[in-house]
């Protein structure tokens, strides 16, 4: 089975600062990584993929993520947030073999800027 | 093209009272899911359609719980003798064909309330 924890349930930053949202995965097979971002009163929309090749994946609207296999994370980052970023942001896993195709979500996080 | 579409965005219900939640997904998407958001749990996966068929149902939390999906296209999730805990909001995306590698496109949802 795999599995998702995203660490953080909210983050509150400043505008313009960076951010890292955390997010780890459990899974006995290898896996295909997503971070999709919601806005209020809106369904998730993918902000960015990982399925093979390079680690560092960039992303719209900025952000990027690293995928650090032996760490088994997933986390995203973006240098300079802006107000309008404001959103919760959910990673989640598939298995492109021996594992589910469904894709498992985390709990996500709050990403909260403040001006 | 238009992106998913679901209907009604809101629906308020007695307890005991069945309701029908629907989905259009993207024109000549093969595969069709269904989700359940609750507050700070995540997505909850409830049921896979390829085509019309449904390969996977193993997320329905009861027999309470249906969906049917016709010509390929409009889906319908039917939740009879509804419960309180069945409140929630009730995600629909959909995806070009299944594969995990796939991104998923989503509806804006449907926040169902169970009085």
């Known amino acids: 089975a795999q599995s998702v924890t995203q660490l953080d349930s909210q983050v509150p930053v400043f505008e313009e600062a960076p951010v890292e949202l955390r997010c780890n995965y459990s899974?006995?097979?290898?896996?295909?990584l997503f971070w999709y971002v919601q806005y209020p009163n809106q369904g998730l929309q993918l902000l960015l993929k990982y399925l093979s090749g390079s680690t560092l994946v960039k992303g719209i609207n900025g952000f990027e993520a690293e995928f650090n296999k032996s760490q088994t994370s997933f986390h995203l980052r973006k240098p300079s947030v802006h107000i309008s970023d404001t959103a919760e942001y959910f990673c989640a896993v598939t298995s492109p073999s021996g594992g589910s195709y469904i894709p498992t979500f985390g709990r996500g996080t709050s990403l909260i800027v403040h001006p | 093209g238009a992106g998913v579409s679901q209907s009604p965005s809101n629906k308020v219900t007695e307890k005991g009272k069945d309701v029908e939640l629907r989905c259009d997904p993207i024109s000549g998407h093969t595969a069709l899911y269904w989700y359940r958001q609750s507050l700070g749990q995540g997505l909850e996966f409830l049921i896979y359609f390829q085509g019309n068929s449904a390969p996977d149902k193993s997320g329905l939390p009861s027999d309470r719980f249906s969906a049917e999906r016709t010509g390929g296209s409009v889906s319908t999730l039917t939740i009879q003798r509804t419960q309180q805990e069945d409140s929630a909001v009730y995600l629909c995306?959909?995806?070009?064909?299944?594969?995990?590698?796939?991104?998923?496109?989503f509806g804006p949802g449907t926040r169902l309330t169970v009085l």
């Open positions: 899974s006995s097979v290898s896996v295909y």
């Open positions: 995306a959909s995806s070009e064909y299944r594969g995990s590698y796939n991104e998923q496109f």
